[in-house]
């Protein structure tokens, strides 16, 4: 059973995710109940198998942190993606619209479902890449994003740790472009689905080997490297769901010593402050430097030194 899973548990979750999507489709259920009776499967099988099945004992689950991931489930991915229809679906159908109009062109509506997928994927994974490698780049989005990085225990719940700043600006940048290139509702249910099952497997802490889908999907092997403490890795393997804009770019990485990763640990930098508590997750953006360990404080500081000798 345990090969079964190391081997076809991922492609076979994807694969699945669609098939009943699709089923549930034909027999009149809405999207809106599609989405959450998928989700939250994935999510019960997910910890189900880490349970039986943990890669590693260096992993476990902290009763803080999954208080904490599951309010971030029901607070912080559900108000901001509210909050940003409310404030900008009309606005960007409107200017969609207008461009579509004036260049003549639309979605392909009468294109086979799973062209009209792919073809999502590689809109919104571009979309996505970028978003994610700036949140990186720049310490105002990296403060944010810090939050999906804190944890230490590397299990399925750390998919829905997310900021409610992060959510926003994420949900805000791959659904509004999709919404300007005009998806149709239904394509995006499907890509709703997929994203929530390639982040809950992403996430998972027993073994998935992904063999040639490595080198197209942003898969469970490649995505723990992502979470690395160490900066020269983790700032890598952008991709959500398709890592191909990551071997595009540059940015893919695939070392083999994965004991390493385990041994040394993942999350922030050793030292860094971390309260686990969904409040402590809320306002750790806007207490960044007090959290920060001395070295990575003295790092910084020397590094600005020496840039202002050098001017």
Known sequence: MKTFITYWFYPLSLILTVVFAWLLKQAGLSNGLIVPILSLSIIVICFALELKYRDTQHWGHNREEITSDLL?????????????????????????????????????????????????????????????????????????HAVHHSSRNYYSLIGLRRHP?????????????????????????????????????????????????????????????????????????????????DVLFGT?????????????GMGLPDGTQVDHSYWGHLKMPFVWKAIQPEKVLSDKEENYEKHIAGN
């Not at 959510?167 to 509702?185: C, D, E, H, S």
């Not at 893919?252 to 040394?264: A, N, Q, S, T, W």
């Open 72 to 144: 971030h489930a029901s607070v912080s991915s559900t108000i901001p993606t509210w909050l940003f229809r409310v404030l900008f679906y009309s606005l960007i159908v409107e200017a969609s619209s207008r461009f579509q109009s004036s260049f003549d062109i639309g979605w392909p509506n009468d294109w086979p479902l799973l062209v009209q997928i792919g073809l999502c994927l590689l809109f919104s994974e571009f979309a996505a890449y970028w978003i994610h490698r700036t949140l990186h780049t720049f310490d105002i989005g990296w403060r944010i």
């Open 252 to 264: 893919r990485i695939f070392p083999k010593d994965v004991e390493r990763l385990y041994d040394k």
């Open 165 to 245: 700043l992060q959510t926003f600006i994420t949900f805000g940048g791959r659904i509004g472009f999709l919404w300007f290139v005009g998806v149709p509702a239904d394509i995006l249910m499907y890509y709703t689905l997929i994203a929530a099952t390639n982040s809950l497997c992403q996430h998972s802490s027993f073994e998935q080997k992904a063999g040639p889908l490595n080198w197209i999907m942003a898969t469970p092997e490649l995505h723990r490297w992502h979470h690395s403490k160490l900066v020269e890795e983790s700032n890598r393997n952008y991709g959500d769901i398709l890592i191909i804009y």
